[in-house]
Each structure stands twice: as structure tokens, then as C-alpha cells.
Antibody
Framework: VQLVESGGGLVQPGGSLRLSCAAS????????MNWVRQAPGKGLEWVSY????????HYADSVKGRFTISRDNAKNSVYLRMNSLRDEDTAVYYC???????????WGQGTLVTVSS | IVLTQSPGTLSLSPGERATLSCRAS???????LAWYQQKPGQAPRLLIY???SRTTGVPDRFSGSGSGTDFTLTITRLEPEDFAVYYC??????????FGPGTKVDIK
């Protein structure tokens, strides 16, 4: 199982960014997926969840209305579109495979998003 | 649901027993309570799911227990590689996932 995030970088407040997570080594269509972030020196914060068939989506209150999760099962990929970025969105963003709602059993290495002017 | 973990930091020596607590603001379905280990510069690792089931490859010195609002992660004999930050997490069908703030286990 491998999850590889990309798309992070430096963006100004109010800007947008799209993160990607490429999955391999398992049947992608059989698993729900999550994005989790970690601000520098802080704890883990769940960001968003998407069901295997995209039928159910959840967001943390802190990103609701600004972030959009999506997936392309043909490309074995999950995405996070982030709009109206704020300083407090600065974090390492991890893509993580959902283990039947009981946890997240595989994680990517993370991609750093820095929101700063 | 808010998860509270205690203590914030646990200073112990190798070979000692570590007991980490996770308390929920309301009752949690234990099927959806998990524990993670995170070392500096690494992604988290799922240790325990369903409150007490170890994932593949997790040593049996790690055990989880609890129900309702009180859950515990126990490490019976700390090995050098166990010094890390530990997070509990719960899932709710209406709101998604919540992580606790973490307990750091460091070397005394």
C-alpha cells in the first residue's frame, strides 16, 4: 500500500491550492479516504472524509464551505481543493486510508501547505 | 464529541509500564475508538482499533481497553522505540472523526 501526496506549497492568505493523493497497492474503489492535517508542533486534526463511491462526504467545521474533497476512482486518486486559505490552515496535510470507520490504517508522507503573505 | 487525553506528558524509563487515558465528552461506540503512535517527522501509525484490537505487526505489549467515555492504552514494558506521541481518535457517523490532543511519552 502506498499513498503519495502532492500539491503543497506556499500560498497567500485568501488563495487556493489543490492537493492530490495517488494511491497504489490496494483496490482503491473498496476504501473510503480521509485528509488529516497537522500544524507545526501541534496535534492531528481530521479535515475531510469521502466514501468509496463519493456518496458520503464529511468536513471538519474548521474547513466547511472552503475545502472540497473529491476522488477519481479511475485514477486511484483523492483530492482536496482548498479555497479562501487562512494562516491557520498552515500544516502538513496527510492522505489516509479509512479502515472501515475504525481508524486510518495507511498514511502518506504528507505535503506541507504554508499560508503566508 | 470532545476527546481529552491525560496526562499531557508521561516521563518514564525503558521497561516501565505506561498507562494513557482518553476520555470522551459523551459515550462513544467502542467499535470506533482508535489509538495512534506518532514519532517525530513520521506519519501516524494505527496501533489499536475497536478500542482493543491490535493492528497487524503491533507488539502485544500494547493493549487497549475501555468503553463508554473512558478508554486506556497500556504499554506493559516500554521499549526505546515506544517513546513517541500517542493519539486517541473516535468516529461518529454524523460528524466524522475527532482526535484527542495527544500524550507524549518521553524518556525520564
Amino acid at each position: 500500500v502506498q499513498l503519495v501526496e502532492s500539491g503543497g506549497g506556499l500560498v497567500q492568505p485568501g488563495g487556493s491550492l489543490r492537493l492530490s493523493c495517488a494511491a497504489s497497492g490496494f483496490t482503491f474503489t473498496g476504501y473510503d479516504m480521509n485528509w488529516v492535517r497537522q500544524a507545526p508542533g501541534k496535534g492531528l486534526e481530521w479535515v475531510s472524509y469521502i466514501r468509496s463511491d463519493s456518496s458520503i462526504i464529511h468536513y471538519a467545521d474548521s474547513v466547511k464551505g472552503r475545502f472540497t474533497i473529491s476522488r477519481d476512482n479511475a485514477k486511484n486518486s483523492v483530492y482536496l481543493r482548498m479555497n479562501s486559505l487562512r494562516d491557520e490552515d498552515t500544516a502538513v496535510y496527510y492522505c489516509a486510508r479509512d479502515f472501515y470507520d475504525r481508524g486510518m490504517d495507511y498514511w502518506g508522507q504528507g505535503t506541507l501547505v504554508t499560508v503566508s503573505s | 464529541i470532545v476527546l481529552t487525553q491525560s496526562p499531557g506528558t508521561l516521563s518514564l524509563s525503558p521497561g516501565e509500564r505506561a498507562t494513557l487515558s482518553c476520555r470522551a465528552s459523551q459515550s462513544v461506540n467502542s467499535n470506533f475508538l482508535a489509538w495512534y503512535q506518532q514519532k517525530p517527522g513520521q506519519a501516524p501509525r494505527l496501533l489499536i482499533y475497536g478500542a482493543s484490537s491490535r493492528t497487524t505487526g503491533v507488539p502485544d505489549r500494547f493493549s487497549g481497553s475501555g468503553s463508554g467515555t473512558d478508554f486506556t492504552l497500556t504499554i506493559t514494558r516500554l521499549e526505546p522505540e515506544d517513546f513517541a506521541v500517542y493519539y486517541c481518535q473516535q468516529y461518529g457517523s454524523s460528524w466524522g472523526f475527532t482526535f484527542g490532543p495527544g500524550t507524549k511519552v518521553d524518556i525520564k
